[in-house]
């Protein structure tokens, strides 16, 4: 079972973070759900790189040879968590310029599609 | 519920329902969690320290064996924050008012006292804290974008403590953009470098110094608090314009 | 330590959920705050301290503050706009 549990938790959580954004009636709350999207992405990440009873890729107290996981994957992970956060707070200027043109954030009111 | 919001919850709860048995055989054939050990991953953890005197490969990784990608994100970021900025221009400086926005029916509460004391007690321990991340960033965990980030926050706990009004005096705007762009041109004026002595864009070619101190590694420390200063700066920046929308405005016309 | 990541596994599944789940922006605002803290926990369960301390700057103070202020500008944190 815990071969398989990342895999299913990446996948569980973009699941259930799309279905959030497919069925929001606010944009701040959709905005929400798309964070959770990107944290099944570091999920994934992280657990590819993993290797059990392995330390951090931190050789300050023991030297280099011991058995640490991937540090490539926590590079890749690193600067996507602070720069998902800018992205987020660019969508949610854009929420807050869409309320002052429409007063509203309800996507069935707005009706981007018609 | 009308008509389109029941198509919408029909439509995704089917196509959720048709793509979970590809995700559990995507699952079925993944490796084992935890039981391979990467390739590329261990090579690197064998030789990084030695070529660089840094004992925080990641932040080596980030910084010198995969540098142009930390240039691309920083950049990314910039751009995200100058968006943000375009977006809500107008209302700023003069124009709105200290006050926030008057909500019929909302109760604003006063400041507690207590907050205030435990945030002054806070905010320079935070601050002190989030020097010793970057600074150390090649030694133990840390490094330019978790410093940046906490430094941001302690920026946000002197709003939290003491009001709006001392904060904008900390924070001017015209300094948070000018570190924001200093830090950013930092991060280029460091790939350059090498580039005038001879080198490729980015290449290591600094004195790399001893292991496990402050100035190990050459390039690192630099690229480190370019990335820093430029994180600190935006996030900063985009506190600043949010906050400002809070404000109420002056005059009718400004919303 | 597989019970460890396990659980901290399953408690990511959960808040995620509860995240979708929780209608009212002003109220999932609390539910991102308490997502990123089990995220950095289960990064640290991953040996990955670094991307932990970013999850924790970012996931727990800087995002939900941001989602804040956007609601206390839009004036009521969208207690117009609920569903149902």
């Given at each position: 079972m815990l071969r398989l549990l990342p895999w299913l938790a990446a996948a569980w959580l973009m699941a259930i973070g799309i279905y959030g954004m497919v069925t929001s009636r606010h944009y701040v709350h959709l905005i929400g759900c798309l964070s959770v999207v990107q944290s099944g992405t570091y999920v994934l990440l992280l657990a590819i790189g993993f290797v059990w009873h392995a330390g951090p890729p931190i050789f300050y107290d023991h030297p280099p040879g011991t058995p640490?996981?991937?540090?490539?994957?926590?590079?890749?992970?690193?600067?996507?968590?602070?720069?998902?956060?800018?992205?987020?707070?660019?969508?949610?200027?854009?929420?807050?310029?869409?309320?002052?043109?429409?007063?509203?954030?309800?996507?069935?009111?707005?009706?981007?599609?018609? | 519920m009308k008509y389109g919001l029941a198509l919408r919850y029909a439509l995704?709860?089917?196509?959720?329902?048709?793509?979970?048995?590809?995700?559990?055989?995507?699952?079925?054939?993944?490796?084992?969690?935890?039981?391979?050990?990467?390739?590329?991953?261990?090579?690197?953890?064998?030789h990084v320290p030695y070529m660089r005197q840094a004992t925080n490969v990641v932040t080596a990784i980030i910084f010198d064996v995969r540098g142009v990608d930390t240039l691309g994100e920083e950049f990314i970021f910039v751009a995200a924050i100058t968006g943000l900025a375009v977006l809500l221009r107008g209302g700023r400086g003069e124009d709105a008012s200290r006050k926030p926005i008057h909500?019929?029916?909302?109760w604003l509460p006063t400041r507690s006292e207590a907050v205030a004391l435990l945030i002054r007690w806070m905010l320079p321990a935070t601050v002190a804290f989030s020097i010793y991340v970057?600074?150390?960033?090649?030694?133990?965990?840390?490094g330019g974008f978790q410093a940046g980030a906490m430094l941001a926050s302690a920026l946000l706990l002197l709003f939290l403590g003491d009001g709006y009004r001392s904060w904008r005096q900390v924070t001017p705007p015209v300094v948070m953009q000018a570190l924001e762009a200093l830090g950013a041109a930092g991060c280029v004026c460091v790939g350059l470098l090498p580039l005038a002595l001879g080198a490729?864009?980015?290449?290591n070619v600094l004195p790399q110094g001893q292991s496990k101190s402050l100035t190990g590694g050459g390039l690192i420390p630099l690229f480190n608090v370019a990335v820093g200063m430029a994180i600190t700066g935006g996030f900063a920046n985009a506190l600043v314009e949010f906050l400002e929308e809070t404000r109420e405005p002056e005059e009718e016309g400004q919303r | 330590?597989?019970?460890?990541?396990?659980?901290?596994?399953?408690?990511?599944?959960?808040?995620?959920?509860?995240?979708?789940?929780?209608?009212?922006?002003?109220r999932q605002v609390l539910m991102i705050s308490v997502h990123g803290l089990f995220l950095s926990m289960l990064f640290l369960m991953l040996q990955a301290p670094d991307v932990?301390?970013?999850?924790?700057?970012?996931?727990?103070?800087?995002?939900p503050v941001m989602f804040l202020t956007v609601l206390a500008a839009i004036r009521g944190g969208g207690r117009r706009n609920l569903p149902r």
């Open positions: 640490a996981v991937d540090p490539v994957m926590q590079a890749l992970v690193l600067t996507d968590v602070v720069v998902g956060a800018a992205v987020s707070a660019l969508l949610l200027a854009l929420a807050l310029q869409l309320h002052k043109r429409r007063n509203t954030l309800d996507p069935e009111e707005l009706e981007p599609l018609p | 995704c709860i089917l196509a959720l329902i048709v793509l979970a048995p590809a995700a559990v055989l995507v699952a079925l054939h993944m490796p084992a969690f935890g039981e391979q050990l990467p390739a590329y991953g261990t090579t690197v953890n064998a909500v019929d029916g909302r970057m600074a150390h960033g090649q030694l133990t965990p840390g490729g864009f980015l290449e | 330590m597989k019970f460890a990541v396990a659980g901290c596994l399953i408690l990511v599944m959960i808040s995620g959920a509860l995240v979708a789940f929780t209608r009212r922006p002003a932990a301390y970013s999850e924790i700057a970012v996931g727990t103070a800087l995002v």
